[in-house]
Nanobody, 115 residues
């Protein structure tokens, strides 16, 4: 069973930046499309960004132009660079397979955007 460990969250002011990381255990990481998802308080978990095994990317409309997903297959890690953060980006962020999040969820990393 693949384990996912997210990190890099924190408290940031509006307009600030954060870089999230997700480390995945197991082999063949490079073969999988990976995605970032988020769940805001009282809302369902939604897709934020995805990256295929050929580095094609896809973003939710709400983050286009502000977030960038990338991966380093040598480290079994996927990243989410978040710029121009807004209060409505506040959520717990998770990574998983993309577009179908079929692996067990990790603990996520909390991102809070507030002045």
């Amino acid at each position: 069973q693949v384990q996912l460990v997210e990190s890099g969250g924190g408290l940031v002011q509006p307009g600030g930046s954060l870089r999230l990381s997700c480390a995945a255990s197991g082999r063949m990481f490079s073969a999988y499309a990976m995605g970032w998802y988020r769940q805001a308080p009282g809302k369902q978990r939604v897709m934020v960004a995805g990256i295929t095994n050929r580095d094609r990317t896809n973003y939710a409309d709400s983050v286009k132009g502000r977030f960038t997903i990338s991966r380093d297959n040598t480290k079994n890690t996927v990243y989410l660079q978040m710029n121009s953060l807004r209060p409505d980006d506040t959520a717990v962020y998770y990574c998983n397979l993309y577009p179908n999040a079929e692996w067990s969820w990790g603990q996520g990393t909390q991102v809070t955007v507030s002045s």
